[in-house]
């Protein structure tokens, strides 16, 4: 690896000064399972590594407001195991604890899964459902940034780089709302995604479905919303048949590549499979849980 | 052979301490004072012609110490690979010449103060490549037009009249006349199979520190299987008399085949003897994946005649082997042939050069690629033919000790034929097996003053076959395993020793530490007899004491015989012992597996994994147990995600641990393992070796079950859920994408 400079702001004020200072050519390092490899390989170069303090915001992690707040480096351990996040945000709990192994999970963060922007990051398909909105800071500014408007590419991000994800807010939804995650992938722990699935649907009384959203990961150059098929659930009183057609509408959304994880024909085929699924367990199947 | 004191208990490995605690030298954890490190400029190219090459601007990079190309290496200097396995010899340059023919092949080495500096001057290394199409599936290697691998190869006939390129080795054996079994059969099945190359994935990748003295003499330390190999490659390849070659073998972390030297050994002596320094190159995991030793792909067809009521009357084979640019794996062909009883025999196998990494030694080499078609089509026959898989090898399977018996075993844990299994699950069952290699080896076991022994051998302990040896000393002498303690040494002080392979260690080092230990006590008994006035056959042996048969009171401690011999003229009481290698025996291992499968998504998941296996004898059982656990996950792997895959251009793309996948502790089900003991006839204590068979029978075991659980049946390996999904979906059988 190439030899570069370490710093350790104490707090938000210090690392917002930081990263101003150095732009370009800092890089900030939360658990470092994305940034180490990277930079190991040669793919990131920075001259200066500035680590995200452990503290406030960026350790949060409670609900406010019916708004949940998670701090940029709450680690995928945190968001498996956290009573809140496990009861409120059910997706992200479940999606964050297939990431990896558990020595993985224990380092990796919310904010550098979402910063690194993998197509195959798997809490990102799970943040989308969930509209979490991104809160961008730097030296005087702060904005919020939807997620569904982050992403421009793989490793592309609308972030600027002297811009620090500080926290993740998340509204909390109700127990109308209903979850469903899946990632497939070859192992049952430690492998990437060749497809993600994560879907998230209101019912109303009548049954019929209110909202509803349709994330996918692995399957595009970032992630992505299927709004075609959630249009198409909208005011619809689920079926089989119904299912079946927002499923393909999912499957048109996506533009797989082939790789070594998986050609686009299976993927393809499985983006098709999964929605059809986690949508008749959500809607059809009294039982709505998530499995895998 | 009665009851044993220290045969069969669960001791600890001799190693296990100093592993748990992380104090085992590998050698990666050698740092000699001046060492330089050692990187490699590799070819990003599976196949191309090198037209120049230019150091100069890499020879700038501060620290740079030497750069060395095949220019500057003499002709001398060949890789000469001898494999002891496979008996297989061969020659190539050390570092690519004219041109490169593998991704990753080595073009040249650097040799800098430290690793960054020698990584920074490999990529500014420049090479002038005309890339040339490549080829890395043998039965596109075969073809009239393939690229061919060796510019001076030429076409062999194949049996049916077509021409075959790419051929560097055939062999073509019968028994019997096939076409006259064919003929009398009343069905004959024919099916063809294709199994990827896969690597052996140990946990430590290639690693080798070598040194130069004063006088030229040569210390090479490696993570090695046998240190005596390295040595006599790297005297053969190098041109070093052996007797200045001191070859030491560190703790190794795995080798399962790929250890047996040529990957990093002969280069680090190369930079040590270049810059008269020492140097240590160790490998990453994705220069491990590039360029080792994987194990040979292969494409066979298969060819069964059976009677209607199952009896197996003649099978025929024809195997084309991905060697790479190496070569070694005709010889496992056969396997497909050997546990049934089988009037009519015979196949014709060929190794293919493809622009791929050189083949090497696999634990049980070939063996699970072979027994996965004929395990899987046998599977396929009685699923054909009504009949129960397990009724139709009891038909057919050979009444050798312990074969029908080891069957029978896994039959009755599993219940088989009350066997139960739910929507898209699957039963599947396969025998493998293995006859050990037996090897020359010695060994020379002595007495201390306190009575305890001391072992001296040149063994190379992968699997514990240390702790193997220290009970068979144990055993032999009557004293616990504790009071025994194995020096291990190198080429300068031990005894010639095989190397760790083909399950030799326990039976043939066994052997020689049996016969050492035997020596030993027979000297004891001698001095004892003098000692106390009685006939050396009225002494009895047992719990550190030689005593008189019908007055115990009259008795010497071990320490106390000890300490006479060294007050005595005979001096200090040594064993000696050497195996020069009696005929080993075939042992059964059988593999039962239950799985699950998501149609949807072709995910399989393993509910059971039931095996057993002859051990001869369980010297350890925990470690028995172990061999079986282990080959058996091993081999299931390679039915479900081990592959190692290329482009069309013939570049690897998946040389990282993320994509060539294993599988964690979360994707194996509880194991269950049951050992029987048909004592092998010339075995220490009747041990027979068993490292190799646990890995023959899942590849076909777990492809069998899910034919079972769809209907659709393997013929490619591994069976990703990609491939069986895609299956399933255009109700084709099992293949590519
Ligand atoms: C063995 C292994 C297995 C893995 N398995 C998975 C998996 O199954 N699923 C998956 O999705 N990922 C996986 N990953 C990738 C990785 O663990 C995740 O993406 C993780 O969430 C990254 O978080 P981190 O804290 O380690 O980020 P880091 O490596 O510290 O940082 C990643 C990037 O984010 C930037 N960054 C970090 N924090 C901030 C911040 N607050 N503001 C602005 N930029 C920031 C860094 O500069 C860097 O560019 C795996 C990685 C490894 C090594």
Redesign the pocket.
């Known amino acids: 690896m190439h030899s570069f400079d370490y710093r350790a702001p104490k707090d938000l004020e210090e ?1 917002l000064e930081e ?1 101003a200072h150095w732009g370009e050519k800092g ?12 930079m190991e390989r040669g793919r ?1 170069r ?1 001259e200066v ?2 680590e ?1 303090p452990r503290t406030e915001p ?1 350790t949060t992690l409670e609900e406010t407001n019916g708004m949940i707040r998670i701090g ?2 709450v ?2 351990g945190q968001l498996e195991h956290s009573p809140l996040i496990r009861e409120k945000l059910p997706v992200l709990s479940q ?1 964050a604890g ?4 558990v ?3 224990n ?10 922007a ?1 197509p ?5 398909p799970a943040l989308l459902v969930l509209d979490a909105q991104l809160m ?1 800071q730097k030296k005087g500014s702060l904005r919020t940034v939807p997620i569904d408007q982050f992403f421009l590419g793989p490793g592309q991000t609308v ?1 600027e780089p002297d ?4 926290e993740v807010r998340v509204p909390v939804k109700g127990d109308r709302f209903v979850t469903q995650f899946y ?1 497939l ?1 070859v192992r049952s ?5 060749i497809v993600d699935v994560a879907i998230g649907v209101y019912t109303n009384g009548d049954g019929a479905v209110e909202d509803a959203r349709i994330a996918l990961g692995s399957v595009a150059p970032t992630p992505i919303r299927a709004r075609e098929a959630e249009e198409r659930l909208k005011g619809q009183v689920p079926t089989e048949t119904l299912i079946d057609e927002v499923a393909l509408l999912a499957q048109k959304a996506s533009s797989p590549i082939t790789d070594q994880r998986g050609s686009a024909e299976y993927r393809w085929l499985m983006v098709y499979r999964l929605t059809k699924r986690l949508l008749t367990n959500a809607l059809l199947n009294s039982s709505a849980s998530g499995h895998r | 052979m009665g009851s044993f004191k220290v045969l069969g208990s669960r001791v600890p490995r001799t190693d296990a301490y100093d592993k748990v605690t992380g104090r085992a030298l590998y050698t990666a954890d050698l740092v000699l004072p001046g060492m330089i490190y050692g990187a490699f400029v590799r070819s990003p190219y599976a196949h191309a012609r090198i037209k120049k090459i230019d150091v100069s601007e890499a020879m700038k990079v501060p620290g740079v110490v030497t750069i060395i190309t095949q220019e500057n290496l003499s002709r001398d200097y060949a890789l000469v690979i001898e494999e002891e396995v496979h008996a297989a010899q061969q020659v190539r340059g050390l570092l690519a010449g004219e041109k490169v023919r593998y991704h990753g092949e080595k073009v040249a080495l650097v040799g800098a103060e430290t690793l960054e500096a020698a990584k920074e001057a490999a990529a500014l290394v420049k090479v002038d490549y005309e890339p040339l199409p490549a080829v890395t599936d043998p039965r596109e290697a075969v073809k009239e037009g393939a690229p061919l691998v060796w510019d001076d190869s030429q076409p062999v006939t194949a049996p049916d009249g077509s021409l075959l390129y790419n051929v560097v080795a055939e062999d073509h054996r019968s028994e019997g006349d096939v076409d006259q079994g064919f003929a009398e059969s009343d069905l004959v099945y024919e099916n063809e199979y294709y199994v990827h190359r896969v690597h052996q994935t140990y946990i430590e990748p290639q690693a080798a520190v070598a040194a130069v003295d004063e006088r030229g003499r040569v210390t090479v330390w490696s993570s090695t299987q046998g240190h005596f190999v390295v040595r006599s490659n790297v005297a053969r390849s190098l041109g070093i008399p052996l007797s200045r070659i001191r070859s030491i073998g560190m703790t190794v972390g795995g080798g399962f085949g790929a250890k047996f030297g040529g990957v990093v050994d002969l280069y680090a002596v190369l930079l040590a003897l270049f810059t008269k320094r020492p140097a240590k190159i160790v490998y990453t995991r994705e220069e491990d994946l590039l360029d080792a030793r994987p194990a040979p792909g292969l494409y066979i067809r298969i060819k069964t005649g059976v009677k209607k009521d199952g009896t197996i009357l003649a099978r025929s084979a024809f195997a084309l082997w991905n060697v790479g640019v190496g070569g070694g794996a005709l010889w496992a062909t056969g396997a497909f042939t050997r546990l049934y009883n089988i009037p009519h025999t015979k196949w014709d196998a060929y190794e293919i050069a493809t622009n791929t990494p050189p083949m090497g030694a696999y634990r049980a080499p070939g063996y699970p690629q072979v027994l996965f078609a004929g395990e899987t089509q046998l599977n396929q026959i009685a699923a054909d033919l009504g009949m129960d898989p397990v009724e139709l090898r009891r038909k057919n399977l050979k009444a050798e000790p312990g074969f029908f018996e080891t069957l029978e075993k896994v039959v009755e844990k599993v219940g088989w034929f009350q066997r139960e299994k739910g929507e898209w699950e699957g039963w599947g069952i396969a025998l493998g097996h293995w006859r050990n290699a037996s090897s020359p080896a010695g060994c020379i076991v002595s007495l201390d003053e306190d009575g305890t022994a001391k072992v001296y051998t040149g063994l190379m302990d992968l699997t514990g076959t240390e702790t193997a040896v220290a009970e068979i000393v144990a055993e032999t002498l009557q004293i616990p395993y504790e009071d025994v303690t194995i020096v291990r040494g190198d080429t300068d002080s031990a005894p010639f020793s095989p190397p760790s392979g083909g399950s030799t260690v326990t039976f043939s080092v066994g052997n020689a530490a049996w016969r050492a230990a035997q020596d030993l006590r027979q000297q004891m008994i001698q001095l004892a007899a003098g000692q106390l006035n009685a006939l050396p056959d009225e002494l009895v042996v047992a719990d550190r004491k030689i005593a008189v048969k019908n007055d115990p009171e009259r008795s010497l401690s071990f320490a106390e015989i000890a300490q006479t011999a060294l007050r005595s003229p005979s001096g200090p009481l040594i064993g000696k012992g050497s195996f020069g290698g009696d005929p080993s025996d075939t042992n059964i291992f059988v593999q039962a597996v239950k799985v699950k499968v998501d149609p949807e998504t072709g995910k399989t998941r393993l509910l059971r994994c039931v095996q057993a296996l002859d051990v001869g004898r369980v010297i350890n059982r925990t470690q028995c147990e172990g061999q079986a656990e282990g080959g058996a996950l091993q081999s299931a792997s390679w039915a479900l995600m081990e592959e190692m895959q290329y482009d069309e251009q013939g570049r690897m793309i998946n040389p990282n641990l ?1 994509d060539y996948r294993i599988p964690t502790a979360f994707d194996v089900p509880d194991m269950e393992t049951i050992l029987t003991e048909f004592p092998s006839r010339h075995g220490p204590y009747g041990a027979k070796g068993i490292g190799e068979p646990p890995i023959t029978a899942a590849l076909a075991a777990v492809a069998s079950a899910i034919g079972d659980a769809t209907g659709y049946w393997a013929l490619e390996a591994p069976v990703t859920p990609e491939r069986l999904a895609l299956a399933l979906a255009t109700r084709q059988p099992v293949r590519a994408r």
Do not use: C, H
């Open positions: 690392t990263a890089r900030l390092l939360a658990g470092g399972t994305d940034l180490i490899l990277f990131l920075p590594v500035i995200v960026f940029a480096r680690t995928m999606a297939e990431v990896g192994s020595q993985i999970r380092l990796a963060t919310i904010g550098g899964n979402i910063v690194t993998s195959a990051g798997d809490t990102l961008l972030r811009e620090v994800l500080t990632k992938a722990y430690m492998d990437i995604a | 993320a």
